[in-house]
């Protein structure tokens, strides 16, 4: 039982990330926005697939669909995706260079925002401008090796494996 | 010794299973009401990190007040006091208009109107999704805020509470584009709905005949039907009438009279339709 204790970094990171996405900007910067928490996630997939894997995305999506007042379901299922594809290929991605791997995030990253896309379009919520509203993906992709490098210290000091 | 190469079992399955999950949830969510207490159950654990995130921006008010000199509080002060006197002299006017009316529609043999409660509410210095035009109050079900409820700020009318969680609701502005509103043209009486473009300057009037008299600088209000909002509530200005050859509709644009991106304190008001109730429905 003690064991799960020292897990206490994972929720830890994830309440940053959610305070982080709550965070007041100004109405200009608010769609440059990164994804912190689907960035947080993708970290603890690849390092800690066998703790945190799809389930424990799809939930952190539904807290973010709380967050943000969007629907209830829908980026819990893009957060799904991406920890599928991240847990599925953990093996690979892990030992890229962290160059390589901010390419595979961007990757990642437009694809929830595009299922998220789709689904806004159902509802009547499609952004006028696409350009602006991929931008998020591209700043998570320039973030990324400062969140790997961050967050792999903080698991390397708890000594999760 | 574990093999070299472990794959979780059943990851494809499970991202099947969840995806099923996720299409029957949004549907629910979209459609339906039933998820109303699984969103406020998870409201309740973000709650603390809501408050969290808007105490900077209300230290920082705080602290500009507990700072400021004397002088600019002493002239803040007497500006109140004159706009408080000129405001209850135009209360005591307002007062017996109300008076008359009431006598008249008593002579009518017409019921007559109740006065609306109100409740001042503050938005939180949280941020929702930027594609969506929603807001969060700092005023929940414990206040006996309800979903559908009118909000209005001073200068106008602001949209409705969607989702009343414990603490805090969440509001959907006028300028959201799923956000409807019967309203009624000053001038000419004529009755539209008003729909939000997804920007908080520019609100669209809808199903506006060509040869419908209407023009730019109509001041619009609330119309009462549907039973959601009460009447006579400034909502906006027409801003733009395009109407081009043959086509049966014009293009109607309004700005909103209310602050939608800038009004921090907010008014709840308790609405009671008169007559019979429309449908329920929120758009």
């Excluded at chain 1, 379901?73 to 901010?102: D, E, K, N, S, T």
């Excluded at chain 2, 109100?118 to 109050?137: G, H, K, M």
Aim: net charge positive; proline share 6%; with cysteine.
């Amino acid at each position: 039982m003690n064991s799960w204790l020292r897990y206490w970094v994972i929720p830890a990171s994830f309440v940053m990330a959610l305070m982080l996405t709550m965070l007041p900007l100004p109405a200009w910067a608010q769609p440059y926005r990164p994804d912190w928490v689907a960035l947080v996630a993708i970290y603890w997939v690849l390092a800690l697939p066998r703790v945190f894997g799809i389930g424990l995305s799809w939930c952190c999506g539904l807290l973010v669909d709380v967050v943000q007042g969007t629907l209830l379901g829908q980026h819990a299922l893009g957060m799904a995706v991406i920890g599928y594809f991240a847990q599925r290929f953990h093996q690979r991605i892990r030992v890229y260079p962290l160059a390589q791997q901010g390419l595979l995030v961007l990757v990642l990253l437009c694809v929830k925002l595009t299922i998220v896309l789709w689904i806004n379009g159902i509802t009547g919520h499609a952004p006028d401008n696409l350009l602006l509203y991929y931008a998020p993906a591209l700043i998570g992709m320039l973030l990324w090796p400062w969140i790997f490098t961050l967050l792999r210290d903080v698991r390397r000091r708890q000594k999760l494996r | 010794m574990q093999p070299l190469f472990q794959q979780s079992p059943g990851i494809t399955l499970r991202l099947i299973l969840l995806g099923a999950l996720s299409v029957s949830v949004m549907t629910l969510d979209h459609r339906f009401d039933h998820l109303r207490l699984v969103r406020e159950q998870i409201g309740l654990v973000i709650y603390p990190l809501q408050i969290l995130v808007d105490m900077p921006a209300r230290l920082g008010t705080w602290g500009a007040t507990a700072l400021s000199s004397r002088t600019t509080l002493l002239r803040e002060n007497e500006r109140l006091r004159s706009d408080r006197t000129l405001m209850q002299a135009q209360l005591q006017k307002m007062v017996a208009l109300e008076t008359e009316n009431t006598r008249l529609r008593d002579l009518l043999g017409s019921s007559s109107k109740v006065a609306n409660s109100v409740l001042v509410a503050e938005l939180l210095a949280v941020d929702l999704d930027p594609y969506r035009q929603q807001v969060l109050i700092n005023k929940g079900a414990r206040h006996a805020v309800y979903a559908g409820q009118p909000v209005i700020d001073a200068s106008g009318v602001m949209g409705q509470i969607i989702h009343a969680g414990t603490f805090t609701s969440t509001a959907l502005l006028i300028s959201d584009p799923s956000h409807a509103l019967p309203v009624q043209v000053d001038r000419t009486g004529l009755r539209t709905i008003v729909t939000g473009t997804g920007s908080p300057d520019r609100l669209e009037l809808r199903f506006i005949p060509a040869t419908a008299d209407i023009e730019v600088n109509d001041a619009v209000f609330t119309s009462g039907l549907g039973g959601r909002f009460p009447p006579n509530y400034p909502v906006a200005v027409v801003s733009s009438v395009e109407r081009r050859q043959g086509q049966a509709f014009a293009r109607v644009y309004a700005t909103p009279t209310a602050r939608l991106d800038r009004s921090r304190e907010v008014l709840l008001v308790w609405h009671q339709p008169e007559s019979v109730p429309a449908s329920s429905e929120s758009e």
